[in-house]
């Protein structure tokens, strides 16, 4: 092909202590799935080809976002502080690969993100607001009792920048926040 555009993950970036990471960050992988996202990135690099890299946070959308947890009773807020996450609606991370294909002279790492990292309970919250339903109790964060995977994604904070996608590719969120995002699923009957 002559242009390559590898899905990767803002995992890569390791934790931050909430602080904010870009492109051009230092690559602290904790996880073993993240080391592999950084091995391959460079595999694809070592090609030669156009390439574009999409570092990406946690994807919500209709039939996966807190609505979903809220209505079938899983939701919870944990009380974290200082974490905080960034996360793209699924309709948004579209738009960014097809601005990025738009412009296949446009190569390098891309952060697809929204504009607002937050904390999940807020997440949880507005999801509660929306539906009008009363929202769950805040219980303190406790690693030992989550699966390892919800280890691996509790164990790290970080605000992540799209500023970079924004410029190169003239894309732009249109779910800017989780607010606009939760609110576009619900009125698509999520």
């Known amino acids: 092909p002559g ?20 492109e051009t960050s230092e690559l602290r992988p904790a996880s073993e ?14 090609t030669g ?4 890299i999409f570092r990406l946070p ?21 009380a974290a502080p200082g974490q905080v996450f960034s996360r793209i609606h699924v309709d948004d991370l579209a738009d960014g690969l097809a601005a990025a294909l738009a412009r ?13 990292p937050a904390p999940a309970a807020d997440v949880t919250l507005e999801a509660c607001r929306l539906l ?23 164990a790290e904070s970080k605000r992540v920048s799209n500023a970079r996608a924004k410029a190169a590719l003239g ?3 249109a779910h800017p926040t989780y607010r606009e995002g939760l609110a576009a699923i619900l009125a698509a009957g999520g």
Do not use: K, Q
């Open 58 to 78: 946690g994807i919500y959308g209709l039939g996966r976002s807190a609505l979903d947890r809220v209505r079938d009773g899983t939701a919870r807020r944990m």
């Open 132 to 154: 009008g339903v009363e929202a769950p109790p805040e219980t303190p964060l406790d690693l030992d009792a989550l699966t390892p995977a919800a280890r691996r994604f509790w």
């Open 33 to 46: 799935t993240a080391r592999r996202r950084v091995a391959a990135e460079a595999a694809w690099a070592s």
């Open 171 to 173: 894309w732009r969120p």
């Open 104 to 116: 296949p002279d446009r190569t390098g790492i891309f952060n697809l993100c929204d504009d607002e």
């Open 3 to 22: 242009w390559i555009g590898y899905l990767s993950t803002t995992g890569v970036y390791g934790d931050r202590g909430g602080g904010w990471v870009r």
């Open 49 to 52: 080809r156009p390439l574009a």
